[in-house]
């Protein structure tokens, strides 16, 4: 991707038909943006016809004294900080959907599996479980074009003043007012306050949440209290529900050391 399709991909999100904007900043390393997350696709799920939404990888580099500019990236004994926002910005070369895929397979490798996901090795099994083109991502992951957009990201968080991840930056359709500008991790409640005051509405129209089986097909791995949180039940009636989706065959259940996952068998 060059500098030019990058800019022509801000001014597509400027001109969003949707009234607001999301530009959202996190580090895919800090568990912090790993618990946003589940937020976002609550708030996505409900509210997601009145925004559109740019995630902006701010991965902090400065404490470590490197940069990516001095990552050789043309071998495959690789590992460095750096790395798995160059994979994440290689596989939305494939598409968003892609993209957003191997990111949340990289924070469960990462924050449920314990992985070190600065190796380059780790990352193609990562890329290979998000069921991406493996030849394409490896000759993205090596390009310039990764690196230079992952650059772009680290441009704007520069550009934006963020000095906090995750950090969310509201936008409204009128161009000329400045941001709401939110840093930090706050309830789900918190987000949507914002978001209806900026659209100036009492109150929003809320979507009611797709069935088990579409929300795998968006969503192809959960946690159980993700679901209960989007249905607004209990966990033990999520894992309930669950349950009868793995006798179906159609969920796997994957146990896990503080929660338990959900997959798309």
């Given at each position: ?8 991909d801000?001014?597509?999100h400027?001109?969003?038909c ?15 943006c790993?618990e ?23 991965t ?8 990516v500019?001095?990552?050789d990236?043309?071998g ?6 750096a790395l798995?926002s160059?994979?994440i ?9 892609a ?12 924050f449920?599996?314990?992985r ?10 990562i ?21 230079k957009a992952?650059q ?7 550009e934006?003043?963020i ?8 936008f ?12 930090g991790?706050?309830?789900?409640d ?5 978001l209806?005051e900026?659209l ?8 009611s ?12 791995t ?10 607004n ?10 349950k009868?989706?793995?006798l ?16 798309v068998?």
């Amino acid at each position: 991707m060059s500098n030019l399709d990058l800019a022509e991909d801000i001014r597509e999100h400027q001109v969003s038909c949707k009234p607001m904007e999301l530009y959202v900043f996190m580090d895919p390393m800090n568990p912090t943006c790993w618990e946003l997350q589940s937020i976002i696709r609550k708030l996505q799920i409900e509210y997601g016809h009145y925004f559109s939404m740019r995630m902006i990888l701010s991965t902090q580099l400065s404490a470590l004294n490197m940069s990516v500019k001095n990552a050789d990236m043309t071998g495959d004994d690789l590992e460095h900080p750096a790395l798995p926002s160059v994979a994440i910005k290689a596989a939305e070369l494939q598409g968003k959907r892609a993209g957003n895929r191997f990111l949340h397979k990289l924070q469960e490798q990462l924050f449920l599996q314990s992985r070190n996901v600065t190796s380059y090795d780790v990352l193609l099994e990562i890329a290979e479980e998000a069921e991406l083109d493996q030849a394409e991502f490896k000759d993205d992951f090596h390009s310039v074009h990764s690196a230079k957009a992952f650059q772009c990201d680290l441009r704007i968080t520069r550009e934006m003043e963020i000095s906090e991840v995750p950090s969310i930056v509201f936008f409204n359709e009128c161009i000329e007012d400045e941001g709401v500008k939110v840093s930090g991790l706050y309830s789900y409640d918190v987000y949507l306050t914002i978001l209806q005051e900026m659209l100036g509405k009492d109150r929003l129209n809320r979507q009611s949440p797709p069935s088990l089986d579409d929300l795998f097909i968006k969503y192809p791995t959960m946690a159980t209290h993700e679901v209960a949180s989007i249905y607004n039940i209990s966990e033990q009636t999520a894992e309930r529900e669950l349950k009868k989706q793995v006798l179906q065959q159609k969920l796997e259940r994957i146990p896990m050391q503080d929660d338990t996952l959900w997959k798309v068998k």
